[in-house]
């Protein structure tokens, strides 16, 4: 996996993954709708909307792995979903099929499977339970990689992502579960990209908190050995005072099943 494209690159994660994957690849193409600082040694930027496939097709010339985090990376109206994680993220796949791209690495989400309930341990075999519209389609372009490793041979990885900060640190009560910090989700993706042989694989992209709830076997099996631990911050979290609301707490989605909820909770087992 020499020559890598992320989509994304702009945002909070791909700006982090730019730095933390620097000169470790003999290209790295940066690939996003917003500006982004000037090209470095081993570097490419290029303007790119998921929307367009014929932009998407460009930017795929020559690349062996995609790593895709454009899109919508919260709750939004079902257009804006539709249109940047749904068609958006089907491009990106189809793209990358037709130009012979070798792996996919899919910027998954916990909120895939936010309303199993946070007091049972999670794997990758679990069914889709999405919180939100996002989830749905987190959902599906873990469904759209699934067809593409098992229909026309593409490496498929996807990462469901839990808590990635801006600014590196939990915040809030939920974040002792889900947290992952800066150099841990690097790591991540980094074995996601360098291992040498999978056809389809779901894992978590979370520290190694204490808190966890997230049986992270097929993160293990990439290599990933994360290194921190959210329960750093536990004492500091409790002093603000800050708590989890008590039906959130209840899902392993926490925030994102409360939105617009108007269903009972006692029924969702
Ligand atoms: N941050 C988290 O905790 C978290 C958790 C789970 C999953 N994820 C996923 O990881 C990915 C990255 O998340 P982030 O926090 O860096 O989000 P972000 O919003 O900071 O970055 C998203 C990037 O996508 C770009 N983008 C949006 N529409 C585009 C389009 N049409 N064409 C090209 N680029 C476009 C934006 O310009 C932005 O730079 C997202 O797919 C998100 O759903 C993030």
């Not at 000037?38 to 995609?66: S, W, Y």
């Not at 593409?148 to 996807?158: E, F, I, P, R």
């Not at 536990?234 to 008590?246: H, L, P, W």
Request: aromatic share 8%; net charge negative.
């Amino acid at each position: 996996m020499k020559r890598v494209l992320i989509t994304g690159s702009a945002g909070h994660i791909g700006r982090v993954l730019r730095e933390g994957l620097k000169s470790r690849y003999p290209l790295i193409r940066l690939a996003d709708i917003a500006a982004q600082a000037p090209a470095q040694a081993g570097e490419e930027i290029v303007k790119v909307d998921i929307t367009d496939p014929a932009q998407l097709a460009h930017a795929m010339e020559g690349i062996d792995c995609v790593v895709h985090l454009a899109g919508i990376a919260d709750e939004d109206t079902w257009e804006r979903i539709h249109r940047m994680n749904i068609e958006g993220c089907y491009n990106v796949f189809e793209a990358a099929r037709v130009a012979g791209v070798k792996r996919v690495i899919f910027a998954s989400s916990n909120h895939a499977v936010g309303f199993h309930r946070r007091d049972r341990m999670i794997d990758d075999q679990v069914t889709p339970r999405p919180d939100s519209r996002y989830g749905v389609s987190k959902v599906f372009g873990e469904a759209v990689g699934r067809l593409y490793a098992d229909k026309y041979g593409l490496s498929v990885a996807c990462l469901r992502i839990g808590s990635f900060r801006p600014d590196d640190k939990p915040t809030a009560p939920r974040h002792l579960y889900t947290w992952i910090s800066h150099r841990d989700t690097v790591q991540l993706v980094q074995r996601a990209i360098d291992h040498p042989d999978y056809h389809f694989v779901v894992a978590y992209g979370v520290s190694n908190n204490a808190r966890n709830r997230w049986d992270n076997s097929n993160a293990r099996l990439l290599g990933y050995r994360p290194q921190d631990d959210a329960e750093r911050y536990a004492s500091e979290i409790v002093s603000t005072g800050a708590q989890e609301d008590e039906r959130e707490a209840l899902f392993h989605g926490g925030f994102g099943c409360l939105v617009e909820f108007a269903g009972t909770v006692e029924e969702i087992d």
